[in-house]
């Protein structure tokens, strides 16, 4: 299971800037997620091989009154749903009451805490850290300036290690025999109807009343002979609609089983339309690499002009996944249109797993430039050599060449739309590394120009 990693401490003590360095993004509010209160932030990080997920609590000080002291409540609650827990402090304030009282809490509950000292940047680690040892924590105290991105790797490399490695081997995670998918989607939106309709039997309580299910349930089947694993997620509503603390917790779930599996049934609801909430969840299904299927469910009834309206606002906000993605107009309840979806299943899982040899693919990167040549730069030609696969689910193409950072987006999606429609890929996203050539010629750590090897040299010295 992904590992969640939680962030807390008081006000202004860097876990925002903490949390853009683990998940990689430039802004705090990237995993702004429905169904969390306005000081949680939730986010997917990867160290290596190692995915984690992160949330971010709001400033707590221990001494909250009324609504804010709810609030912090409720921060602290998401925190035993956390695997590991970071209790952030300010070097250059040293402990204030608030940190005790923050210390406090954590001891509490029981939670193991890692004592990170954030803003060290240009004081003495030896000497500041000293003083942190008298919040008894089991550990040293770790240092770290996270404005600067110094000392955040060592820190999740440190967490990470408290947790074993998943045991399997690529032949186990992609077993053709055993589909693992989940169905994600809002509360209401049909996902239990759904999966009841798969399976052929009411496995899942199915009740009419949004966020029934808390918890991720797996359910392993089988169908024509074929093995599956259906993960039914709980839903994610509108933070103002947040009433229960239990269901604060059903996010980390989500994200969890998401990480999991190896296809993502995103639901959407056709009588309510599109709405952000679809488009938060859709973005983390994506940026976890995850196959994808859209199911538009509740289309059964539904007058003409509403089916056209909601055709409409999918070609306008989801227009970019038309081009590899299947979308199902479906009916959970009637049945209607459900056995297409396994299979865009098997296309979407059979090409996220899918090897390619090398000369394969260079052949193909060998065409597209023949068709459009990477552009000039500084009135160089930008070369590409060949390509070759990284990884799989989702696959991933590694180009090698020169200049490869200057190469222009525009160039780079017109590569993955010709590898995709050559390759016949289909419900997965492809990724592209981009890796330059060394510069014989590139001066080294020590200033020194490279030269070409005798042996190598064309020009043969004239015998005397």
Do not use: C
């Amino acid at each position: 299971m992904t590992p969640v990693i939680a962030l807390v401490g008081r006000p202004n003590v860097g876990k925002s800037t903490l949390f853009n360095r683990l998940t990689k993004s430039r802004d705090a509010l990237v995993a702004d997620w429905a169904g969390l209160t306005r000081d949680r932030k939730y986010g997917d990080g990867k160290m290596g091989d190692r995915p984690y997920i992160v949330v971010d609590t709001g400033g707590i000080s221990g001494f909250e009154e009324g609504l804010d002291a709810e609030m912090a409540g409720q921060s602290f609650a998401a925190i035993d749903e956390a695997d590991a827990v970071l209790f952030l402090l300010d070097a250059r304030e040293g402990i204030t009451s608030s940190d005790h009282m923050i210390a406090k809490m954590l001891r509490e509950k029981g939670k193991s805490a890692w004592i990170v000292v954030n803003k060290t940047d240009g004081l003495n680690e030896e000497v500041v850290l000293a003083d942190f040892f008298e919040l008894g924590f089991p550990g040293d105290p770790i240092a770290i300036a996270a404005s600067h991105n110094r000392g955040v790797r060592a820190l999740i490399e440190t967490v990470l290690e408290e947790f074993p490695e998943p045991e399997f081997t690529e032949e186990d995670e992609y077993d053709l025999n055993n589909i693992k998918f989940a169905v994600i989607g809002r509360p209401n939106v049909g996902k239990s109807t759904l999966v009841n309709r798969m399976l052929g039997e009411d496995r899942v309580v199915v009740f009419d009343h949004p966020g029934t299910t808390m918890d991720s349930i797996y359910i392993p089947y089988e169908r024509e002979e074929q093995k599956y694993t259906i993960i039914d997620t709980a839903g994610v509503r509108r933070r103002k609609n947040i009433s229960e603390a239990v269901e604060k917790f059903s996010i980390i779930k989500t994200l969890q089983a998401i990480q999991d599996a190896n296809v993502a049934i995103l639901v959407l609801d056709a009588q309510q339309g599109l709405v952000e909430q679809d488009l938060h969840m859709l973005s983390f299904i994506l940026n976890a690499g995850r196959s994808l299927v859209i199911a538009v469910n509740k289309w059964d009834g539904m007058d003409p002009e509403d089916k056209d309206r909601m055709k409409s606002e999918l070609d306008r906000r989801m227009d970019y996944l038309f081009e590899w993605t299947d979308f199902h107009f479906i009916s959970a309840k009637h049945g209607s249109n459900v056995g297409h979806l396994y299979e865009s299943l098997h296309s979407a899982f059979e090409s996220a797993i899918v090897k390619w040899k090398t000369n394969r693919l260079t052949e193909i990167l060998e065409g597209a430039i023949e068709q459009h040549q990477p552009p000039l730069v500084n009135g160089r030609r930008i070369k590409l050599r060949y390509a070759h696969q990284g990884g799989s689910n989702p696959p991933i193409i590694v180009v090698h060449g020169n200049q490869v950072e200057k190469l222009p987006g525009s160039y780079k999606k017109y590569l993955e739309n010709t590898f995709r429609k050559v390759l016949k890929v289909r419900g997965t996203p492809i990724r592209f590394e981009f890796k330059s050539s060394a510069n014989p010629y590139a001066p080294d750590n020590k200033g020194r120009k490279g030269q070409i090897k005798p042996r190598l040299n064309p020009k043969k010295t004239r015998r005397k």
